[in-house]
């Protein structure tokens, strides 16, 4: 799978690709990351829900990562 990366990129480039955060006009703080788990198909299992841009603690977001993966995997 391809992961683009923008470094170099100015905020026009990032606005073309939608990847601005609408909200935020803090310079520095035009993206909004978002961690995704995708299945083969494409279908769209677990988000982050933009929780470094909400300031949830790494080992949070580990745990719902690892949760999702558990559940995509038919494991308990």
């Known amino acids: 799978m391809g992961w683009p990366i923008g470094l170099g990129l ?4 990032m606005a073309r690709f939608g990847a601005l955060d609408g909200a935020m006009a803090l310079p520095g ?13 494409g279908k769209v299992l677990w988000t982050d829900g933009h929780a470094r ?5 790494p080992d949070e977001t580990i745990r719902q990562l690892d949760r999702a993966l ?7």
Do not use: M, N, R
């Not at 100015?10 to 480039?13: F, L, N, Q």
């Not at 841009?53 to 603690?57: F, L």
């Open 10 to 13: 100015t905020v026009g480039d």
């Open 29 to 41: 703080y035009e993206l909004k990351p978002l961690l995704v788990l995708v299945d083969a198909a």
């Open 53 to 57: 841009h909400k300031h949830q603690s």
């Open 70 to 76: 558990t559940d995509a995997l038919g494991g308990e």
